[in-house]
């Protein structure tokens, strides 16, 4: 589509035509000595998950796992768009994770604990160990707290071993856990623990971060008070001793609250839990979707379809071999650590690596010291982690003794050139990638390719993996083909175990947001009238792959052109010097809308005006005159969340010479003043 830059933005075009200018990328096979060993390497799996084998393919998945009952109902749709999974089985999340593998792998490691400080040591955890601490926990949890299946409870805890044995704890018992991320606020856990009128909230005194021993408890005081201002009573404040035996937190404790796990352990010692056999449909765990905007979500998963789900596809896509020692790098307060450190892992029988603390930390050589110690094959991070670590650290993977079989991406769209760098210098050209895109809401992978099928595309995630049905939406609901060089909305066509029932407390408010858009019939009892509409605006090339190019609001349109700012980054990323790249759209009275460009270059680098005419040179060649950026602002850092993602809101904000609002839940809120004072 080509316009005159300067002419004014067309009111008709759609939303679904974002220009897409990406280069395609050249497929690059998966390595042999990888398919040699991989669990799956046969294509016939696309026939058994054809669309006309649906619903009844997900058996394989279901089969991965013990059921006490077996269910009778693979999909019941006849309340759309609640749709239950495996309906009349039973079957214990715990049970599924421990119990089941005691005969054959009692004693390897399950958990594999790194704290933060090198000088402390790495603590391996049996299966048979994570067996009796989960069965002495529920006895407390049961017997101290009065907990039963169906009760909801908080857990506000960081990066530690204690932290999988509180969801297994709870998982045995049927109660619904709702983990928050410990680096939010008091308040934010507050607000969460309301929402999901939780009984108990569990947390833990001190954690290591950045050298640091962080006073941890004084959270749980505020998140009490902000629940008590919603209304909620909590009944008990349970805390973990980071280092056990003594209280690490100069917070006071609250006698008839507050108690300290440690403590009671004793009492408990020996004691064993029957896991409750749930129905599959009971929720396993809330997950609150972080929400820059709005109340959060609480989105509700399964026990049985999530399981099924995140098992077969650790199995599959993850290839995880019970052999295996497998590093996910996230933190367990994100669906990523929910479904790919703890329960499809475990599930798995693997073992999992829990690391406390930055990556970073004392020096960017750590990711591959604990890589090379433990002897990790399966590696697992986000393409924020994967810059960083090239940032202040390019030449360290080449210093550490370790062979990746496995990598994966996650989170958001990888520029080509960063995919490159994981590629050959994390990875040394040795390990297949797999770039996962999903939701929180989603319950585990969507599109990826299958490791030892597929062809591997930088900055693709690929196909959809075996039982999902994509589809891409323009406004108006018209398919676009692939090839057409078209974005639009990615819809998902068909139900799948892993997706979330509803948000907690506001169904209406799940059909609205995901269901309602592109359902061709609100009366309709048929699952095909209601596609899943995941957010991102996306492009399906001519060879299936697809490629996310962010959320749907994150486009920018100039003088009609709509611009995924994700193109427009990946182009400022060829720049050698830049390092991040985030796009953010200022109001142009001609052009409607014209891009700012903020970067971050490689350290010691100074900004300079030949560094930014190369950016916009990059800019101009790779998408042409009309992603022209206003500016090129040279920072030395990007305001971030705590989970990694560059807060575009606060940078657009600034540009537009607006309030940047409230920062302070920022990892780094000190930046925007910096950034405030560079664009004048
Ligand atoms: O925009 C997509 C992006 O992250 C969003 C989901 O974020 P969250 O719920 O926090 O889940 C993160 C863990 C799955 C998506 O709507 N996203 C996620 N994975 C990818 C991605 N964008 C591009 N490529 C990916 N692989």
């Not at 957010?535 to 994150?554: E, H, P, S, T």
């Not at 780094?668 to 004072?677: A, L, M, Q, Y």
Request: charged share 20%.
């Amino acid at each position: 589509m080509s316009k005159d830059p300067l002419s004014p933005p067309a009111a008709d075009v759609s939303e679904a035509q974002i220009a897409v200018h990406w280069r395609e990328e050249a497929l690059i096979p998966p390595p042999n000595r990888f398919i040699a060993q991989a669990n799956l390497t046969d294509g016939a799996i696309f026939e058994r998950f054809a669309p006309d084998r649906f619903p009844e393919c997900y058996k394989e998945f279901a089969d991965l796992l013990d059921w006490f009952k077996y269910w009778e109902t693979t999909l019941d749709t006849s309340h759309p768009p609640f749709w239950r999974w495996f309906v009349g089985g039973r079957i214990n999340a715990c049970h599924n994770c421990l119990d089941r593998h005691l005969v054959q792998h009692k004693n390897k490691t399950a958990i594999h604990f790194v704290p933060e400080p090198e000088s402390e040591a790495i603590q391996h955890i049996t299966y048979q160990e994570l067996f009796v601490r989960v069965n002495e926990l529920a006895a407390l949890l049961r017997d101290f707290c009065g907990l039963k299946a169906g009760d909801r409870v908080t857990l506000h805890m960081p990066m530690v071993a204690e932290l999988p044995i509180t969801m297994l704890a709870c998982a045995r018992l049927g109660v619904i856990h709702s983990q928050v991320f410990s680096g939010f606020s008091g308040k934010a856990c507050g607000s969460r623990i309301s929402d999901s009128e939780s009984r108990v909230l569990i947390t833990m005194d001190a954690y290591y971060r950045v050298g640091q021993l962080l006073d941890h408890k004084e959270k749980a005081d505020v998140a009490v008070l902000a629940a008590e201002q919603d209304k909620h009573q909590l009944e008990k404040v349970l805390i973990w001793q980071r280092h056990p035996g003594r209280y690490s937190s100069p917070t006071k404790l609250i006698g008839g609250r507050d108690f300290i796990v440690n403590d009671l352990l004793p009492k408990f010692r020996g004691q064993r839990v029957d896991p409750v056999p749930m129905p599959a449909e009971a929720p396993l765990f809330l997950m609150y979707t972080s929400g820059t905007t709005g109340r959060p979500k609480g989105c509700q998963h399964s026990i049985g379809g999530y399981l099924a789900y995140v098992t077969w596809t650790s199995k599959y896509i993850q290839d995880i071999h019970p052999e295996d020692v497998y590093w996910c790098m996230a933190d367990i307060g994100w669906i990523t650590g929910h479904s790919y450190i703890v329960y499809g892992p475990l599930a798995l029988a693997a073992s999992t690596v829990v690391y406390e603390g930055v990556p970073t930390h004392p020096d960017a050589g750590r990711p591959w010291r604990i890589a090379e110690t433990l002897d990790v094959n399966i590696f697992h991070t986000s393409p924020t982690a994967i810059r960083a670590l090239r940032r202040s650290g390019p030449d360290e993977p080449a210093k550490y003794h370790y062979h990746f079989k496995h990598m994966t991406t996650v989170g958001e769209p990888i520029e080509p050139e960063v995919w490159k760098w994981y590629h050959g210098v994390v990875g040394r050209g040795e390990a297949v990638i797999v770039d996962t895109w999903w939701q929180t809401e989603n319950g585990g992978f969507l599109c990826s390719t299958v490791p030892g099928i597929h062809p591997m595309k930088p900055g693709s995630t690929g196909p959809a993996i075996p039982g999902i049905h994509p589809v891409i939406y323009d406004d108006q609901g018209n398919e676009l083909a692939s090839g057409s060089g078209k974005a639009g909305n990615i819809c998902i066509r068909n139900p799948w175990p892993g997706a979330f029932q509803t948000i907690w407390k506001d169904p209406e408010r799940y059909v609205r947001q995901y269901y309602s858009r592109f359902c061709r019939d609100p009366q309709s009892k048929d699952w095909r009238d209601w596609p899943y509409m995941a957010g991102d605006g996306a492009v399906q090339a001519a060879d299936g792959y697809y490629r996310i190019l962010g959320r749907i609001d994150d486009v920018i349109n100039v003088a009609g052109h709509r611009l995924g700012t994700k193109e427009l980054e990946s182009a400022a990323l060829l720049v050698p010097e830049v390092v991040e790249a985030a796009v953010v759209p200022v109001t142009d009275q001609v052009k409607g809308k014209v891009p700012d460009l903020y970067v971050s270059l490689k350290p010691g680098l100074a900004a300079s005006d030949e560094i930014a005419s190369k950016v916009v040179a990059s800019v101009v060649s790779e998408i042409g005159a009309i992603a022209r950026p206003r500016h090129v602002i040279m920072v030395p850092d990007m305001p971030k969340t705590r989970s990694g993602k560059i807060m575009r809101r606060v940078l657009a904000a600034i540009s537009n010479g607006q309030d940047a609002g409230d920062v302070s839940t920022l990892a780094n809120p000190e930046v925007v003043d910096t950034i405030k004072g560079l664009v004048k």
